[in-house]
């Protein structure tokens, strides 16, 4: 069984340019959810991707968006970078034999913004 | 909305010794509660979990029970290890049914450090 896998790795942007991050979820899970944790910061939610439609936003800005392609496969994209968007971008993924609640993490994607 | 507050750290122990984390939390119904790990460098691992009051999570020696009446689920582990330095993380998710439901809220964090 594949665990969820984040690419890239490491990323550095400047400040205006727009960024996609992937995440490809665990095999059998149809539910995706992004979350940004800053430097010494729990994460914080960003959303959720259920069966290709958006399944709940947290407090962020429309400047994040996402997608989920049919393999349940997701992007998050972020437009205008600015400072504070640096950033260890995670996602989980869920459902299929899983329990809704207990979700399984990427290794992530550092987001640094000059 | 929800909300989860842990207590400030960092927390310094020698192998061996007690540790305590506390995590209160703020939500409306019956949510579930979580415990991660974060090792340096790496994503996050679910550690346990409890998905009603009075419940305990368990696993590699930490425990955690949920106190509905104290709002309350806080870490403990009778003998820590040097391998257990890591950032540990207090969460919850809403109950069925409602729109926060298997959405995490995480509390800030809790660096340990465990020296031998």
């Known amino acids: 069984e594949t665990g969820v896998t984040q690419s890239p790795t490491h990323l550095i942007k400047t400040r205006g340019q727009q960024v996609t991050l992937r995440c490809s979820s665990q095999?059998?899970?149809?539910?995706v959810s992004w979350y940004q944790q800053a430097l010494g910061q729990g994460p914080q939610f960003i959303f959720q991707?259920?069966?290709?439609?958006?399944?709940g936003r947290g407090n962020f800005p429309p400047r994040f968006s996402g997608l989920q392609f049919p393999n349940y496969s997701s992007e998050l994209n972020v437009n205008a970078l600015e400072l504070d968007d640096s950033a260890l971008y995670l996602c989980?993924?869920?459902?299929?034999?899983?329990?809704?609640?207990?979700?399984?993490f990427g290794p992530g994607t550092r987001l640094t913004v000059l | 909305g929800n909300s989860v507050t842990q207590m400030e750290g960092p927390v310094t122990l020698s192998e061996e010794a007690f540790l305590t984390i506390n995590c209160t939390y703020t939500?409306?119904?019956?949510?579930?509660l979580f415990w991660y790990v974060q090792y340096p460098g790496e994503g996050l691992q679910l550690l346990l979990k409890?998905?009603?009051?009075?419940d305990k999570g368990s696993n590699k020696g930490f425990e955690a029970t949920y106190r509905k009446e104290t709002t309350s689920f806080h870490l403990e582990k009778g003998s820590v290890q040097v391998s257990d330095s890591a950032v540990y993380f207090c969460?919850?998710?809403?109950?069925?049914?409602?729109?926060?439901?298997?959405?995490?809220?995480f509390g800030q964090g809790t660096i340990l450090t465990v020296h031998p």
């Open positions: 989980a993924s869920t459902g299929g034999a899983s329990s809704y609640n207990e979700q399984f």
């Open positions: 939500a409306t119904g019956y949510p579930s």
């Open positions: 409890a998905t009603k009051a009075d």
């Open positions: 969460a919850l998710s809403g109950n069925a049914g409602g729109t926060s439901y298997g959405k995490l809220t």
């Open positions: 095999s059998g899970h149809n539910t």
């Open positions: 991707y259920y069966r290709e439609e958006e399944n």
